[in-house]
Antibody, heavy 119, light 111 residues
């Protein structure tokens, strides 16, 4: 199993940019065929995929409903990948998870981090 | 893009068997693997089934996954229900652009 840990501010002001980092241990984010993703869950609601990336080939995919506000990136020197979500509103309040999908193995998820958008 | 539709809630008695469905709206359910996650309140999702029917080590064999092309759906079956199985269950698959698609979730009540 890989271990994933989300980190970042727990409170973001409206119209600002939410920035989160996922630190990976037990494996490398540069492993080909691994798909690294961000998912969120508003309070009391279901899971919503935000974005994902294959480091190998630098392939990025975004939820069309969030695409204009989302950026994902990676830092192989720190074995981390990151999420930026701009122009946040209260509707972006959620628990944010990072996860990894691996061929022929179970996906692994982080514990999640709650981000509230409020002034 | 397609959607995955799950029943909002199901309930069953301890010791019984329950099946949760996950129906794909377009394209074949067999085109892309389906995962199933269990989420208890206040906890992150945990993987119950991956690649349609594979069980991670540590997941009891009371949990099983399958796909049915005739109904274009995936199913999670839980046998010998225990009160601890009460949780939310999510199916998840992929579309052709490597997007992750989640079902809306099913709340399982064991009463």
């Amino acid at each position: 199993h890989l271990q994933l840990q989300e980190s970042g501010p727990g409170l973001v002001k409206p119209s600002e940019t939410l920035s989160l980092t996922c630190t990976v241990s037990g494996g490398s984010i540069s492993t080909s065929s691994y798909c690294w993703g961000w998912i969120r869950q508003p309070p009391g609601k279901g899971l919503e995929w935000i974005a994902s990336m294959f480091y190998s080939g630098s392939t990025y995919s975004y939820n069309p409903s969030l695409r204009s506000r989302v950026t994902v990136s990676e830092d192989t020197s720190k074995n981390q990948f990151s999420l930026k979500l701009s122009s946040v509103t209260a509707a972006d309040t959620a628990v944010y998870y990072c996860a990894v999908d691996k061929p022929m193995a179970q996906p692994d998820w982080g514990q999640g981090t709650l981000v509230a958008v409020s002034s | 893009n397609f959607m995955l539709t799950q029943p909002h809630s199901v309930s069953e008695s301890p010791g019984k068997t329950v099946t949760i469905s996950c129906t794909r709206s377009s394209g074949s359910i067999a085109n892309n693997y389906v995962q199933w996650y269990q989420q208890r309140p206040g906890s992150p999702p945990t993987t119950l089934i991956y690649e349609d029917n594979q069980r991670p080590s540590g997941v009891p064999d009371r949990f099983s996954g399958s796909i049915d092309s005739s109904s274009n759906s995936a199913s999670l079956t839980i046998s010998g229900l225990k009160t601890e199985d009460e949780a939310d269950y999510y199916c998840q698959s992929y579309d052709s652009s490597n997007s992750w698609v989640f079902g809306g979730g099913t709340k399982l009540t064991v009463l």
